[in-house]
């Protein structure tokens, strides 16, 4: 028996346990933060729950240093939430609560803001009444300001301007005023009743959805709002959202990338004109906490960001919103705890009883099949709003049409036509960069990266090869450094496509998104500004421009290079190809004009293209998942797999095969592999990865359990480096 109670702590560490300490006095209940000793440092952790024993000797438990907090960082609910995600993905605990922490509060920052705050002192009082200091009006000034009151630094500054520190040195220095530290001022700690303002009329189907997801405000539902781009599904969440704030409850609303968050918070905040808190990766450190700390206190009423908001301490949560539910970016691929935003949403919804809305013009495979299960409800929207018509869907047949530039001439007569009609074109390239390879024209060299199986790409502009694997750059060469001769770039990127359209279309404005020009905060706005003005006439963008943007004058899209993804050995690419068709497509028609849509491939008999156009995504989605039944790939069965990177391939692969080599006889699962990943060297190192496959979801994971114990003993463990991902959404 321990003399004193003892606390089970969560600590930031790779180690799949708790770590046992003395508690202080007065135990610190569940969900607090505490510092203590870890062998010489000291770390903060979040206490998990106590016991009256332990395996640790008594004389080896070292006690709390500190309790940080008077009441939990996390509320049982969430803190639920995170136990259960560490269980599932199996990963250790103390890195699972971390991720879900801004930084500050990890190394131990209060739960509270602070500021300073001024006051006078009876000396200063006295001195102001005679009239002091009769030569410094500036600070006369300052007590005058402070008599009776106490001010924050910045009510002062507010008041009386950038100087006026400068006044207030010399009157801290005599006594005759001071400061302290204290805690800002906070708004009511719950969402208050609010009275939802009109908006626009909804048409009977996103009426009718509306109305499903607010009778279920107050209990766990899972609901797919499944609409065609442009058919409105924002404003559902908007109505639905209004509802919930009314009930005086508070809402949660996840997007994909930062991308589409400035234009999501614009519209949520012209609707509401309610505290918002916006938490994405894009924020600084103290941005973060700031945001963390308004949805902690309840002052944010509404709360939206990126994948790791899923973890915001919302309070009186009420609602939760997934938008572009099918986006590969709500799964954290690489770097320590590996989760899917979209899935975690729909387990914090059930634990909160409250409904989760997962909104997408194309679904994933595996909500699809949760809806033809029964476990979630799909509400559609097959009208675009304004009654805007679909766009007219067409293959063009690179075989049969001449292309220079990798425009065919059919696309060129498009754009002259729609330009010359006022409307808008956007030419979609998931390739950015001037061009994908530099290759001499005598030897056949082709520029590599010299520690990746990739080719540079040409940025043409900045005069660089770079790699977009590993960030590597080197500068452009003018000739070949093997034989001599010339090199040419080869191929297609955005910075070339832009290129080409400009001298193809002299005056007409283009307009380029992609990750090259867009690495600022406001870039992407100050170009979404530029398009939607009408300023920029040809759109040239990647996959960037798929996502959410709404750009009711492009009345033309071109697809170019549309048979990526055809072929690859991946099991998700038809999915995702068809899923980035379907969306780009949809930036065409949604205002008043017809939108058309040009897709150009080298394979236009390919079924994948032919039932994309003849049956739309959802009939393509029949048959793709029936193919995946047929051949066992998700979502018919669970997969997991362990990935790994080491200086050579032997060593990659080595500590694998020593992995599978554990789970001989192992029942209930199939192992596949080892393999080298599709690029086995990235960043100068080699990469494999083994596939585990099971039909059942707890077999998978019972296997797991078990398993991942024997792989950290391995001494081959500690010469790579690897990691487990479960439900994984790509397959290197």
């Given at each position: 028996?321990?003399?004193?109670?003892?606390?089970?702590?969560?600590?930031?560490?790779?180690?799949?346990?708790?770590?046992?300490?003395?508690?202080?006095?007065?135990?610190?209940?569940?969900?607090?933060?505490?510092?203590?000793?870890?062998?010489?440092?000291?770390?903060?952790?979040?206490?998990?729950?106590?016991?009256?024993?332990?395996?640790?000797?008594?004389?080896?438990?070292?006690?709390?240093?500190?309790?940080?907090?008077?009441?939990?960082?996390?509320?049982?609910?969430?803190?639920?939430?995170?136990?259960?995600?560490?269980?599932?993905?199996?990963?250790?605990?103390?890195?699972?609560?971390?991720?879900?922490?801004?930084?500050?509060?990890?190394?131990?920052?209060?739960?509270?803001?602070?500021?300073?705050?001024?006051?006078?002192?009876?000396?200063?009082?006295?001195?102001?009444?005679?009239?002091?200091?009769?030569?410094?009006?500036?600070?006369?000034?300052?007590?005058?300001?402070?008599?009776?009151?106490?001010?924050?630094?910045?009510?002062?500054?507010?008041?009386?301007?950038?100087?006026?520190?400068?006044?207030?040195?010399p009157l801290e220095t005599r006594g005759w005023i001071a400061s302290a530290q204290a805690a800002c001022a906070s708004s009511a700690p719950a969402v208050q009743p609010f009275a939802p303002a009109d908006g626009p009329t909804l048409?009977?189907?996103?009426?009718?959805?509306?109305?499903?997801?607010?009778?279920?405000?107050?209990?766990?539902?899972?609901?797919?709002?499944?609409?065609?781009?442009?058919?409105?599904?924002?404003?559902?969440?908007?109505?639905?959202?209004?509802?919930?704030?009314?009930?005086?409850?508070?809402?949660?609303?996840?997007?994909?990338?930062?991308?589409?968050?400035?234009?999501?918070?614009?519209?949520?905040?012209?609707?509401?004109?309610?505290?918002?808190?916006?938490?994405?990766?894009?924020?600084?450190?103290?941005?973060?906490?700031?945001?963390?700390?308004?949805?902690?206190?309840?002052?944010?009423?509404?709360?939206?960001?990126?994948?790791?908001?899923?973890?915001?301490?919302?309070?009186?949560?009420?609602?939760?919103?997934?938008?572009?539910?099918?986006?590969?970016?709500?799964?954290?691929?690489?770097?320590?705890?590996?989760?899917?935003?979209?899935?975690?949403?729909?387990?914090?919804?059930?634990?909160?009883?409250?409904?989760?809305?997962?909104?997408?013009?194309?679904?994933?495979?595996?909500?699809?099949?949760?809806?033809?299960?029964?476990?979630?409800?799909?509400?559609?929207?097959?009208?675009?709003?304004?009654?805007?018509?679909?766009?007219?869907?067409?293959?063009?047949?690179?075989?049969?049409?001449?292309?220079?530039?990798?425009?065919?001439?059919?696309?060129?007569?498009?754009?002259?036509?729609?330009?010359?009609a006022g409307g808008q074109t956007l030419v979609f390239l998931n390739r950015r960069g001037y061009a994908p390879t530099l290759a001499c024209t005598a030897c056949g060299w082709v520029a590599p990266c010299r520690d990746c199986d990739?080719?540079?790409?040409?940025?043409?502009?900045?005069?660089?090869?770079?790699?977009?694997?590993?960030?590597?750059?080197?500068?452009?060469?003018?000739?070949?450094?093997?034989?001599?001769?010339?090199?040419?770039?080869?191929?297609?990127?955005?910075?070339?496509?832009?290129?080409?359209?400009?001298?193809?279309?002299?005056?007409?404005?283009?307009?380029?998104?992609?990750?090259?020009?867009?690495?600022?905060?406001?870039?992407?706005?100050?170009?979404?500004?530029?398009?939607?003005?009408?300023?920029?006439?040809?759109?040239?963008?990647?996959?960037?421009?798929?996502?959410?943007?709404?750009?009711?004058?492009?009345?033309?899209?071109?697809?170019?290079?549309?048979?990526?993804?055809?072929?690859?050995?991946?099991?998700?690419?038809?999915?995702?190809?068809?899923?980035?068709?379907?969306?780009?497509?949809?930036?065409?028609?949604?205002?008043?004009?017809?939108?058309?849509?040009?897709?150009?491939?080298?394979?236009?008999?390919?079924?994948?293209?032919?039932?994309?156009?003849?049956?739309?995504?959802?009939?393509?989605?029949?048959?793709?998942?029936?193919?995946?039944?047929?051949?066992?790939?998700?979502?018919?069965?669970?997969?997991?797999?362990?990935?790994?990177?080491?200086?050579?391939?032997?060593?990659?692969?080595?500590?694998?095969?020593?992995?599978?080599?554990?789970?001989?006889?192992?029942?209930?699962?199939?192992?596949?592999?080892?393999?080298?990943?599709?690029?086995?060297?990235?960043?100068?190192?080699?990469?494999?990865?083994?596939?585990?496959?099971?039909?059942?979801?707890?077999?998978?994971?019972?296997?797991?359990?078990?398993?991942?114990?024997?792989?950290?003993?391995?001494?081959?463990?500690?010469?790579?480096?690897?990691?487990?991902?479960?439900?994984?959404?790509?397959?290197?």
């Amino acid at each position: 028996m321990s003399p004193a109670p003892v606390l089970r702590v969560a600590l930031a560490t790779p180690l799949r346990q708790l770590f046992d300490y003395l508690a202080p006095a007065v135990p610190p209940p569940r969900g607090v933060r505490v510092r203590v000793p870890f062998g010489r440092r000291r770390l903060v952790g979040v206490v998990m729950g106590n016991a009256e024993t332990t395996d640790v000797p008594t004389d080896k438990l070292r006690p709390v240093l500190e309790t940080l907090d008077d009441r939990p960082l996390l509320e049982p609910g969430l803190l639920d939430l995170l136990q259960w995600a560490a269980g599932y993905y199996h990963h250790p605990i103390g890195e699972v609560l971390a991720a879900a922490l801004p930084k500050a509060l990890r190394l131990g920052a209060s739960l509270t803001a602070h500021e300073q705050r001024w006051r006078i002192t009876p000396a200063g009082s006295a001195a102001h009444a005679q009239g002091e200091p009769r030569r410094a009006p500036r600070q006369r000034e300052v007590l005058a300001t402070l008599l009776g009151q106490e001010r924050s630094a910045a009510e002062l500054r507010a008041q009386l301007g950038e100087t006026w520190r400068n006044a207030a040195r010399p009157l801290e220095t005599r006594g005759w005023i001071a400061s302290a530290q204290a805690a800002c001022a906070s708004s009511a700690p719950a969402v208050q009743p609010f009275a939802p303002a009109d908006g626009p009329t909804l048409n009977p189907e996103q009426r009718a959805a509306a109305e499903r997801i607010t009778a279920s405000l107050g209990q766990f539902s899972a609901f797919v709002l499944q609409g065609i781009t442009g058919s409105g599904k924002t404003e559902v969440y908007l109505q639905v959202t209004a509802q919930a704030l009314a009930q005086g409850r508070s809402a949660l609303i996840l997007v994909p990338e930062i991308g589409l968050t400035p234009q999501l918070v614009a519209r949520f905040r012209e609707r509401f004109g309610v505290p918002m808190a916006v938490l994405h990766s894009g924020l600084t450190d103290p941005e973060r906490l700031l945001a963390w700390r308004e949805a902690y206190s309840g002052r944010a009423c509404i709360v939206l960001g990126t994948r790791s908001a899923v973890f915001a301490p919302v309070a009186n949560l009420g609602l939760i919103i997934a938008d572009e539910e099918h986006d590969a970016s709500y799964k954290q691929h690489d770097g320590g705890f590996r989760y899917s935003a979209r899935d975690l949403a729909v387990m914090r919804a059930r634990g909160a009883a409250v409904p989760v809305v997962l909104g997408s013009a194309t679904p994933a495979f595996e909500t699809l099949f949760n809806v033809a299960t029964d476990r979630y409800t799909r509400l559609t929207l097959t009208r675009r709003a304004a009654e805007a018509a679909p766009p007219r869907l067409a293959l063009i047949d690179l075989r049969a049409h001449a292309h220079t530039g990798g425009l065919s001439t059919p696309a060129v007569q498009a754009i002259e036509r729609h330009l010359a009609a006022g409307g808008q074109t956007l030419v979609f390239l998931n390739r950015r960069g001037y061009a994908p390879t530099l290759a001499c024209t005598a030897c056949g060299w082709v520029a590599p990266c010299r520690d990746c199986d990739a080719r540079m790409t040409v940025h043409l502009s900045a005069r660089a090869l770079r790699c977009h694997h590993c960030g590597a750059q080197a500068p452009l060469p003018e000739r070949c450094p093997q034989c001599g001769f010339t090199v040419k770039p080869v191929g297609q990127g955005t910075e070339r496509l832009e290129d080409t359209l400009s001298q193809r279309f002299p005056g007409v404005p283009c307009v380029r998104l992609d990750r090259d020009v867009i690495r600022r905060r406001g870039d992407l706005e100050a170009a979404v500004r530029r398009i939607a003005s009408g300023e920029g006439r040809i759109l040239v963008g990647t996959q960037m421009v798929t996502k959410g943007h709404d750009f009711p004058n492009v009345t033309l899209v071109v697809v170019l290079n549309a048979d990526q993804g055809l072929f690859s050995s991946d099991f998700r690419a038809p999915e995702r190809l068809a899923q980035t068709i379907v969306q780009v497509a949809g930036r065409a028609g949604r205002g008043t004009r017809p939108g058309e849509v040009l897709i150009q491939t080298e394979f236009p008999d390919h079924p994948l293209l032919t039932g994309l156009l003849s049956e739309g995504y959802e009939g393509f989605a029949r048959t793709a998942l029936e193919e995946r039944r047929q051949a066992a790939w998700p979502p018919f069965t669970r997969l997991a797999a362990v990935r790994d990177s080491a200086p050579s391939a032997e060593a990659a692969l080595q500590f694998l095969t020593e992995a599978r080599a554990l789970a001989e006889g192992a029942h209930g699962v199939r192992l596949l592999g080892p393999v080298p990943a599709a690029m086995a060297r990235r960043a100068g190192r080699h990469h494999a990865q083994l596939l585990i496959e099971s039909r059942e979801r707890a077999s998978l994971h019972r296997f797991l359990a078990a398993w991942l114990p024997r792989l950290e003993s391995l001494p081959s463990a500690r010469r790579v480096r690897w990691a487990l991902d479960v439900d994984p959404m790509e397959l290197f």
